[in-house]
Structures are given as C-alpha cells and as structure tokens.
DNA sequence: CAAAACAATTTTAAGCTTGAAATTTATTCT
DNA sequence: AGAATAAATTTCAAGCTTAAAATTGTTTTG
C-alpha cells in the first residue's frame, strides 16, 4: 500500500460538484487519502519498532501487551487483551509464553473457570515498562513535533470522523 | 499500539496555553493522537487484508508489489521496489519468487550489470492486477464513505503536515 | 591491473501474524 | 445425569518481516 509521491502536498481532493462530473467507479481520491494515511502510520510505526528493539531490546507488540496491561492492575483475561490489541488470539499466546519467561508478567488460571488466564504485570515488569514508556512518549512527541496543537485538534476530530465511517462500513458487510 | 477507546471523540487537544501550564513530559495529546492514527489505519488495512485473501486468494504485499509495477511498463529494478514498499530488501526476494512462479510478474537480468535484477508485470499479471485494483477502489470508497469530499480534503492537508513532522524528525537523528 | 571499496541481491535466524483446526473446560438442555 | 453446545485458549501451517551476514558482481584507486 505504499508508494505515495513522497512530497506531495498539492490539494486532491474536489468539491462534491466537481466529483460528481468524474467517470463512475472513480476513487482516486479516496485512495489517495488511504496511502497517505498508510504512509505516516508505517513510517512512525517502523521508527518506533526500530528504536524499542535498539534501546530496549524489545518490540512493538510486547509494549503494545505490557501497556494494555499497564491499566489493568488486577490482570487481563487472555481474550480480552487479544481483542483490545486487535490481534488474533494465537498471536497472544506466543506473547505470554515469552513475556512470562523473561519475568514481565504473571499468568494465573482462574480458579472458577479453568480455562480462563489472567495475566497482569509483575513488578519488575511494571518498573520495565515505566521506563519504556516514558521515552516512548518522548519519542512520539518528536516525531509529531511539527504539528501544532491546533492542527493535532483537527486531526484528531477528522479522524474520528473516519473511524466511525470505517466501523460503520464494516458493521454493514456483515 | 492498540487499545484507543472506541468510541472516544471529545476534543483531547488543548490550545497552546493551556499545554504550556501541563506538566514536562506530559504528551498525553500526541500519543492520543499517534493511537487514533494507528486504529485507524490498523481497521482498514486488517480489512483490505482480509477481503484480498477470501476474494482473491491473494495479499496486502503481493497486490502492492503488483501496484508498484503497473506504473512502471518497462518494469523496476528490485532494490527500486524495495524503497518504494518501504520494506527490506530481503523481503522483496520472496515476493518475487512467488509471484514469478504463479506468472504474474518477469524478471531478468540486466545484461549490462549482472547484480541487478528487472521485474514487470506479465501480460496475465496485469490483468489479474487490473481486476484487484479496480475492486480494492471500491473497497476503500465504501469503508471512507462516511468522509465527505472536504472533510478528507482537510484530513489529506493534516496528514501532509504530520508526515513532514515526521520525515523531518527522522533526517535530524541520522 | 590488482586490491579495496562499493552495490545489488540473497540467505539466515528469529520473531510476528493469521485463520482454521484441535483441546480443554463449562454450560445448557433434554 | 448425559449429550450437545459454547467458550477460552493453544496448536498448526503458511507466510510476512526484519537486521545482519554472506554472495556475487562492478567500480575505483593505488
């Protein structure tokens, strides 16, 4: 999905008239907006897994598992942690198994219903990630350094916009 | 990256005053941000992800590999694919392997330097493409319908902005 | 003209990711 | 209670991804 012209800045999209006079089935702008959109997210995605691995000798997922985990000081139930993270629960699994190896986490079946785990952050792996996540923030907030509060404001509202038309897509397809 | 509340779209971004009054190392704003970006782009992309493998047995990387060829007739070079994709080298030698053995794309050696490698599309690998491309349009028109003309004419000014945020934080840590 | 430097690509090792099938455990329904 | 059903998790097979090392081929330079 990549292969947006690297500088492009000029102004794509057209009014409703305008668009109404193009050929039927024609997306362009819609696509054009969607590798722009992909662009970014890959670009600040790859720097942030490139530094978490050199720093911290860690990755993305196991951050994204040890933040959902951050704000839950009682434990995660296995299923929920792979639908917040939005990934398949097998993905977990392998996550866990390495997490709880190198003492991040704890995993504990629950008592009542023996096919549920829990996991939840051990204290080393709350120290850990404390750390982590602190120069994560730093690291964000350089990466949207050029972007000002106001303009954040606009993206933020613009694309709520669009997740609320994508969820709204997808609850259709069903 | 994940775990943005879902339905979340009150303002999060203060202006300028009152975020110099927050705490040093308060980024709250940008990581918000950052999350909703990557929600977003995660939803669609899982999607396109999910309907290229059921529809047409096919791939995210193997449908951007062919988009990169159908602009290039006289076929790229492979390490000239590679920056386009923004992924490894490595990673383009099995894509191509397998799109060569499935017919879809040629590739040859440049006689005049024998390290390099030439792919394009075959006659068949076109119009395989042709018939993804035209579907994967209506894919992303349907899932940003919701956005109107302007507001993605808005939300493409922004991420322009963002991505040279970015870009420019990338080159000052070299 | 060799030797060193450089360039393009492939290989390797490790980890991530998915969907589907299998397992284990609990619940519901005769 | 026993059978079917459902739920949570794991296993499996296949493919993607990366960085680093290794190959192969070209160019530059002493």
Known sequence: MMGEDKFDTSPEWVDGETKALEAPGDHRAELRLWLRLLTCSTLVESEIRRRLREEFDSTLPRFDLMAQLERAPDGMVLGEVSKRMMVSPGNITVLVERL????????????????????????????????????HADWISDLFAGVSPKEGGVLMDELAKLKRSVISALAKNT
Chains 1, 2 share one sequence.
């Open 100 to 135: 709880t190896e190198s003492g991040h986490i704890s995993r504990t079946t629950l008592p009542t219903d023996r096919r549920v785990q829990v996991i939840a952050l051990t204290p080393f792996g709350r120290a850990e990630f404390e750390k982590m996540a602190a120069t």
